[in-house]
């Protein structure tokens, strides 16, 4: 599965930006994964920000982000999505899109648990 993360750019405090990571290689279908947001800061290690299992029944957040950020799937259009609204100077960071090859209900923050990883998006939210 080769991901693709895009929808990244600059907004002022308090805007909305969309980002997408979309799966080629394979489907969402034929290959079930849980995706995931993770986040990096110059400096900091990569942290979880949300996830959302493969069927998108179970979706997850990271407290810095819950109420203002949303995860959600499209299987038919191998597509997962991060809706974040509100956003503050501290969102500021380059976003990742990973996926872990598994059936399960339930999701893990632990980055060496996935599998596949795109490339990453900056994000950039002035003051």
């Known amino acids: 599965v080769q991901l693709q993360a895009s929808g990244g750019g600059l907004v002022q405090t308090g805007g909305s930006l969309s980002l997408s990571c979309t799966a080629s290689?394979?489907?969402?279908?034929?290959?079930?994964?849980?995706v995931a947001w993770f986040r990096q800061t110059p400096g900091k290690e990569r942290e979880y920000v949300a996830g959302?299992?493969?069927?998108?029944?179970?979706?997850d957040y990271t407290d810095f982000v819950k109420g203002r950020f949303t995860i959600s799937r499209d299987n038919a259009k191998n597509t997962a999505y991060l809706q974040m609204d509100s956003l503050k100077p501290e969102d500021t960071a380059v976003y990742y899109c990973a996926a872990e090859q598994n059936v399960r209900t339930s999701l893990t923050a632990r980055a060496l648990k996935y599998d596949y990883w795109g490339q990453g998006t900056q994000v950039t939210v002035s003051s």
């Open positions: 959302i299992n493969w069927s998108g029944v179970t979706t």
């Open positions: 290689g394979h489907t969402f279908t034929t290959t079930p994964v849980a």
